[in-house]
């Protein structure tokens, strides 16, 4: 078992950045691949990113490419989020996730263990 934890949502404004923060305990987060997800107020789940457990393959959703950028640092136990030029459609709770698998998974369903959330929100 793995718990994660977000941090560093908050209200920015458009243009803006934000780094958001996912810490692991629990587990070999190394082996974990790490994924980021997104849910906007009656909206789905959408996929933002996601990691492999090596940190040598990365996915990125096509709403944030170029924009956002994940990272990990295995002796932290943590994962990333870089997110530059903000948007307000960026607007959300994001959520890290993570799977044990050797794949890095872009479907929600395929992680076990999620964190709690985090809002972001972008002012116009």
């Known amino acids: 078992q793995v718990q994660l934890v977000e941090s560093g949502g908050g209200l920015v404004q458009a243009g803006g950045s934000l780094r958001l923060s996912c810490t692991a305990s629990g587990h070999t987060f190394s082996r974990y691949a790490m994924g980021w997800f997104r849910q906007a107020p009656g909206k789905e789940r959408e996929f933002v990113t996601a990691i492999s457990w090596t940190g040598r393959i990365t996915y990125y959703g096509e709403s944030v490419k170029g924009r956002f950028t994940i990272s990990r640092d295995n002796a932290k136990n943590t994962v990333y989020l870089q997110m530059n030029s903000l948007k307000p459609e960026d607007t959300a709770v994001y959520y890290c996730?993570?799977?044990?698998?050797?794949?890095?998974?872009?479907?929600?369903?395929?992680?076990?263990?999620w964190g709690q959330g985090t809002q972001v929100t972008v002012s116009s």
């Open positions: 996730a993570a799977d044990q698998g050797v794949d890095t998974p872009i479907s929600s369903t395929m992680y076990a263990y």
